[in-house]
């Protein structure tokens, strides 16, 4: 009998479209047969009883929301133990002409960092939902310099075939594993 590999995915938004995407990719998780929690990650718990850990945030200002940067300094031993992967939703995708190319190109300083403190298997960037009632005068100025434009960038093709990459890459459950650690359990008592 197989037991579902527990997957935990987290994340932080500010509008909303980063949830919708963890919840995608949740689903797509799920059809792959995976027992799948999602969290914000203000109310997350702990990876440590997961095998796996889908981590994603909104940037903004070229770095993860609060939310999302203080649950990687909260559960840095747990999250060393377990595969990552990581994913950002922002305007990035989006750009066009010579500076978008080369935003595009680049993980913000922020986010670099942050990956290179918890090591993912992958970090992906995807598009957002960009509205530009919700961006000041000068992000707006700042945001169509670099190439950028506004509406539902999401490219759901992308992050399901990203979502099926963790699927074929997440250790499953084998039987042997628990007939293993019933052996051990034994041992110990
Ligand atoms: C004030 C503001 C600043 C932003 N800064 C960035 C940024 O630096 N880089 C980026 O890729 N996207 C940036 N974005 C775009 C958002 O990340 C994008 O709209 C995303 O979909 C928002 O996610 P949420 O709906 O989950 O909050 C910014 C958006 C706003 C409103």
Redesign the pocket.
């Known amino acids: 009998m197989d037991i579902p590999t527990r997957v935990l995915v987290v ?11 963890a919840h995608y990719i949740a689903d797509k998780l799920r059809t792959g047969g995976f027992d799948v929690d999602v969290f914000r990650a203000s109310t997350a718990p702990d990876p440590g009883s997961y095998e796996a850990l889908v981590l994603g ?7 993860w ?1 609060p939310a999302a940067r203080n649950y990687v300094r909260g559960n840095k031993e747990a999250i060393r133990h377990i595969d990552v992967w990581m994913f ?6 989006g750009l066009r002409g010579p500076l978008g190319r080369r935003a595009k190109a680049v993980v ?1 300083r922020d986010i670099a960092t942050l990956c290179a403190a918890v090591l993912p298997h992958d970090y992906r ?1 995807f ?5 530009r009632s ?3 005068f000068k ?1 707006r100025i700042a ?1 169509l310099a670099a190439g950028g434009r506004y509406g539902d ?2 490219d759901w093709l992308a992050i399901g075939g990203w979502a099926t990459e963790i699927a074929n890459t997440v250790p499953r459950w084998q039987p042997f594993d628990v007939v293993r650690q019933r052996r051990s359990a034994a041992e110990v008592e």
Request: net charge negative.
């Open positions: 994340y932080a938004t500010e509008n909303g479209s980063t949830g919708d995407v945030s909104a940037v903004r200002d070229g770095a929301l950002s939703v922002g305007t990035t995708a913000p960037s598009g957002g939902l960009v509205e919700a961006m000041t992000e945001h960038l999401r």
